[in-house]
């Protein structure tokens, strides 16, 4: 089985950065890709970012381009997400996901296969 772990959440003040990482274990088909979602209290688990893993193609949600950023580490089979610039509206349950189909373009939660089991990140104003 697939497994990621997560870790980096905390309490961030806002305009603050926050780094997250995921690591992945276990196998998965060749052309995968890996993202991030978030949700927060009473609303729907929404995308954040995605890439291709076997050559880095990224893709972002609008309401975080150019204050994320997502990358990988081939060697460490590790995944990170690079928050800057956070505000209270970013706080939230942060996922790692994996997609086997390698829909890193994907907004849709539905095209990701496994998940990890979250991380709180919480930003005060």
């Known amino acids: 089985q697939v497994q990621l772990v997560e870790s980096g959440g905390g309490l961030v003040q806002a305009g603050g950065s926050v780094r997250l990482s995921c690591a992945r274990s276990?196998?998965?088909?060749?052309?995968?890709?890996m993202g991030w979602f978030r949700q927060a209290p009473g609303k729907e688990r929404e995308f954040v970012a995605g890439?291709?893993?076997?050559?880095?193609?990224?893709n972002y949600a609008d309401s975080v381009k150019g204050r994320f950023t997502i990358s990988r580490d081939n060697a460490k089979n590790t995944v990170y997400l690079q928050m800057n610039s956070l505000k209270p509206e970013d706080t939230a349950v942060y996922y790692c996901a994996a997609s086997s189909l390698g829909k890193y373009y994907s907004g849709s939660r539905y095209d990701y296969d496994y998940w990890g089991q979250g991380t709180q990140v919480t930003v005060s104003s």
């Open positions: 276990g196998r998965i088909f060749s052309g995968y890709a």
């Open positions: 890439i291709r893993w076997s050559f880095g193609n990224t």
